[in-house]
């Protein structure tokens, strides 16, 4: 189990609503861990993730796959309004680009 903690995405920022330095772990939105201290908050939400997991194992629910090891398939669909597809096509139309790769550069 601690492999698979140690690969999780963990993020630290400052948040003036919460006074100091939340550390989050992508894997488990749930979980926040806040400090004074940067390097606090990473160690506290890496012990987070950790007691989380081992909650879950007692409970015999599946301990969330790092998003490293899960499998993209390069899909997804999103839905707009109708306004928006047909701006979308005529921008693309005018830069001679599809109108995929007119969302893929701005997505990227």
């Given at each position: 189990?601690?492999?698979?903690?140690?690969?999780?995405?963990?993020?630290?920022?400052?948040?003036?609503?919460?006074?100091?330095?939340?550390?989050?772990?992508?894997?488990?939105?749930?979980?926040?861990?806040?400090?004074?201290?940067?390097?606090?908050?990473?160690?506290?939400?890496?012990?987070?993730?950790?007691d989380?997991?081992?909650?879950?194992?007692?409970?015999?629910?599946?301990?969330?796959?790092?998003?490293?090891?899960?499998?993209?398939?390069?899909?997804?669909?999103?839905?707009?309004?109708?306004?928006?597809?047909?701006?979308?096509?005529?921008e693309?139309a005018?830069?001679?680009?599809?109108?995929?790769?007119?969302?893929?550069?701005?997505?990227?």
């Open positions: 189990m601690k492999n698979v903690i140690d690969r999780y995405v963990y993020r630290v920022h400052w948040s003036d609503e919460c006074e100091g330095f939340v550390g989050t772990v992508a894997e488990m939105p749930e979980l926040r861990f806040v400090s004074d201290s940067f390097v606090e908050a990473l160690t506290g939400i890496r012990i987070s993730a950790h989380e997991a081992a909650k879950l194992v007692e409970r015999g629910v599946a301990v969330p796959i790092p998003f490293e090891d899960r499998h993209y398939s390069g899909h997804f669909m999103v839905r707009v309004p109708p306004e928006v597809h047909r701006r979308l096509s005529i693309a005018e830069q001679g680009v599809s109108l995929n790769r007119l969302v893929q550069a701005r997505l990227s």
